[in-house]
């Protein structure tokens, strides 16, 4: 059954100190697809323009992922240009089309209304609502959101975090939609809102999950070259979900292992532009750099 | 035979969002020593003025510091005002009377000569310099700095880091030494300058320790209260390298456990102004806090 996932399929030109490219296949749909699709079966809904290229849907077709709610409509599609300096934690963003992505209305086909898993990626509350809405009650429902839905859609957005059992968001995002300054505080805050398990992506330095009373850090990879940071917070949420969704298992220890394989694939989106490097993994890759997460973090008790 | 510590003895005033404090005390070598001394026996080499009270040499007292070269001169004891804003990472100095500490030349008592650990505390590289001069080649030197030595005294630095086996610097510093951005790439600069084992603070994330080919990343304690970060640094210091004194074993794994106490010593420090917090531990709570750092990072195997 696998997971059902609804978000954005871009054409993004992006720029670091490291290089530049044009047009290539981003998203934060496509992001998490492509690593979900290393441990389960993916369903995607997104709407792309009439030229989006059949090569970019051949290399979601070899991973396996199934098209069946990816919406073709007439025009362009998402376009997103964005530019990092040195620290390449944030883009600046120099150019946005929204295009057909403008009036994106998620409709989930039939045959996907019954997945048990679903995750939401960023896209307006509303829109989120939408979705589940057409789902027959699944049984996890994780979802993603960024700071100018938290500034401008909040009504929407704590409607739908009522319904949220695992949200993803960044630091500041955590801070914002908490109005509290101290992490463990805003944690607590945004715990009370609705999702049991919150994951706070903190960049380069890994990851804290609050699941309960219980709090998991996850360090960051130190890695020697970083080119392209783009998304890697959907590479994470993608091999989050995807192991989970696989193991079907959502005890402690099992989500500290889903929050490490989400880290290792995140690590490795980050080594290349676009999708570059996550179409040329493999299994065993990944498993030896959860192997290395482990020796990482690995200290003795006393 | 312990540690010495040669560095600042301070009165600091400190402004946080959640409160003031005048005069207290403060200084490098004062946090690292109080940290080292739940560890084992430490030896303070520092200049402090006639103004410095009675109470200050009771509390250094108190925790066993060996005080035969705490040196006492006419005038006023260094003064330092920060004031932090609520990220509390970086303070933000408002005034700095050097007074005694201006012509702070250290001298190390003849009992000292062959104390066999030093951790050069944060004071000028050329002093820094002077102190290895008058000891008789000790087993392990370890050192901090800061980004002004760095930046102006950059030639002496350089010397002292060929005779210095432990760095601590923060990430900021990092760069700036190394001239490189990527820390794993910094890291392997620094180690080529001398020190075979850096570690690189990066505040509430923890702290990152490069030994040899091997990376160990300690996270930060996420805390509900954290009143002021002043000394964090060196309380951490303080921790790790009272620790591998008083087990004397410098192997990968004792060198993690160290990181990990020097971690729990500075979630202790910041949860209070100036040393209140540290004169109030016990070692119960300093172990208790040890399993809470090994339950906050723990993940299992695949």
New interface residues.
């Given amino acids: 059954m696998g997971i059902l996932v609804v978000g954005s399929v871009a054409l993004d030109t992006v720029e670091t100190p490291f290089g530049r490219v044009e047009e290539v296949l981003g998203g934060s749909a496509i992001y998490f697809s492509v690593s979900a699709s290393f441990f389960t079966d993916v369903r995607l809904v997104a709407v792309v323009g009439d030229d989006f290229s059949d090569k970019h849907i051949q290399t979601l077709k070899k991973r396996g992922i199934d098209l069946q709610g990816l919406e073709k409509k007439p025009g362009s599609t998402f376009r997103w240009t964005g530019k990092y300096g ?2 390449l934690s944030d883009a600046q963003t120099q150019f946005l089309g929204l295009n057909v992505f403008a009036d994106f209305s998620p409709r989930i086909p039939e045959a996907y209304r019954e997945t048990p898993f679903l995750f939401l990626a960023n896209i307006q509350p509303s829109l989120q609502l939408e979705v589940l809405k057409q789902l027959k009650r699944p049984d996890i429902v994780a979802a993603d959101t960024m700071n100018c839905w938290i500034a401008e859609k909040r009504k929407d957005l704590l409607e739908l975090l009522k319904r949220v059992d695992i949200l993803t968001i960044n630091e500041s995002e955590a801070r914002q939609l908490s109005e509290e ?5 805003a944690a607590r805050r945004i715990q009370a809102m609705g999702p049991k398990i919150l994951v706070i992506k ?1 960049g380069e ?2 990851v ?1 999950m609050f699941e309960g009373d ?7 990879y ?5 080119y392209d940071p783009t998304g890697a917070g959907d590479t994470f949420a993608g091999g989050f979900m995807g192991y989970l969704v696989n193991t079907r298992n959502f005890g402690s ?1 099992n989500l ?2 889903a ?2 394989f989400g880290s290792v694939m995140a690590s490795f989106n980050v080594e290349d532009f676009s999708l570059n490097r996550l179409v040329k993994l493999t299994y065993p890759e990944i ?1 030896e750099r ?2 290395q997460f ?9």
Avoid at 181 to 185: D, I, P, R, S, T
Avoid at 214 to 220: K, W
């Fill in positions: 040195f620290n300054y101290n992490l463990v505080k903190q330095y890994g804290l219980q709090i998991f850090s996850a360090p960051g130190p890695l020697e070259t970083v220890e500290r292992r929050i490490v498993e959860y192997h482990k020796r990482l973090s690995h200290f003795e008790g006393i």
